[in-house]
């Protein structure tokens, strides 16, 4: 995995698990809820995976997209429809969010090169 | 038309006139990049004003959420798919955006209304 | 009542009615975790709409500001403690709170009246 | 004077006196120190008022816009000059600054209107 | 001490001497003025500093959020109540504030950490 | 060249160029026309460059922070022209744009010193 989602993965998961190892309804709730948000309905799961990464880069949350963008690309988001995505957010959410689409697309590229390495390892 | 609306695009025009009838190429350009944002590409013109509705729920915009409230109903977004980017929106953006959700539910109301007018005269 | 709370407090009531009508879990689990949030613990009720009201004021949400105001005020806040949390607003939050501590005045001098004018009929 | 500047200055004039008036000494200073923060120095006061127009642009406080479109037209500031901050702000911020670029430029409308009709009283 | 915390005061010390160095009333004053606002007066020093902290979450400020979490730290809030204001921040700031949580909570270890390290230092 | 810069220009420049091949419109427009939002027109890009830094301040975007000090400082921006526009930002952001003036402060100092350096090379 590339070191940029690594680095990621690793924090979240650990931070996660004390968060919710901690008796706290609300904060508990809220964790179940966000994950409730984006499950299948009137709107499917990739649209709605879509809206939480334009929300995340307008509010600027780094964390936010990378987390959106690996959902994203799960969902079988292509690199044209991603470029669609960061050109609403750039119009919407102006220059500052510049720095943002930059990251994203380095998350971009790493996610495309563990598919790549993935589907090179399934062809061997 | 509802009073919020009608007063919603009557400031609107008004003032986007004024705005443009200046000789300023940034803000032109700005203004005519907007608009292309929103255009079928990759993802639907549908798909790009749920994104442009949701980037303007979590960024607390009135006069933006009206205006994508407006686009998204006039590409057939419906009732069950606007409270599924509401849900997304209340996630991501917190109860802060609360209040902007209610006066979605207001100008989706008049929408309704609107839409429901035109159909009985129509059928007249 | 004030006009000012009197206005807040019909649109809030059916909005709200109407947003709950529609049957979107995930809305109308955060409306119920919105309220939760906000029940004593570990802290009282005063101390978090406290919390509420500070979080409302430096994130420039006038209803929600107006919301808390009155929570607070009905959980025993007082205008010096008022005024230290607005201290605090303007400082993290910066001049453009201003127009946002205006109105929270605004809101608290509608408040004293109506408690004024309730304590006279009391004593009538 | 137009309607729109007048409102403002009779609620602004009038919740300032309230807070001045509560002898909060953080909220005093602060007030204080927002004033000074205009004052010329090693720039002067046009440059500052047009710094403080635009970071109210982009953190989008109407209040705050209309406070400096009224202070940078004091200080000078052209039509052209308007348009090329509006510019930077649009840029910077996306399009969620737009409405707030509408309403400043209906501020400016007034402003202009109260020194035409200024200029012909002093012509009679 | 924590790395994490170790890093934040000595980046924090360095350059608050070199803004201070510098002969800017403004800029000086405001920093003294950022200290008066949790000074004890109507509200105790614990429950602004809780303020301090929940606006710091909701406005997504990490260095604030550490800042203030060794403040409420040294004040004696509890690990209960920490948890309720992650509680608040949450529902009003929503699930951008998450990864501001997690760095929140991260601290919080070291500031345990610290504490126990002291503890089993004074009893040797 | 200092550190950060370094780390800063080149993550910049190797992104820049990886999305400006990506063959999307909306995108490359908006950087282009991001580029002439700053040229000199009826104010002068020293002007507009400083209305791009107290905008990137208050909206707390460090690489944007960084690209206009290092636009600023090409354009002759003075250090006590520099405080000056952090005292701006300070008073209409509030405290949480502190961690941003200190980075500001950093980079300051990166560029004051390779200016340094640059000097001593031509006198040698």
Redesign the interface.
Known sequence: MGERLDAFHR??TE??E??LA?D????R???N??G???KP???SSK??E???L???????????VTYHMIQCHNEGV????F?????????????????H???A??VL?ELEAEAAASRAKDDA
Chains 1, 2, 3, 4, 5, 6 share one sequence.
């Open positions: 924090f979240r931070m996660n004390k968060i901690h706290n309804l609300v904060v709730r809220f964790f809820l966000d409730q948000a984006y309905g009137a709107l649209v709605k879509m809206l939480g334009v929300a995340s880069l307008v509010l600027r949350c780094d964390d936010c292509t690199r044209d429809e470029f669609e995505i960061f050109g609403v957010a750039l119009i919407v959410g102006g220059s500052i969010t510049i720095p689409v930059r990251r697309v380095a590229e």
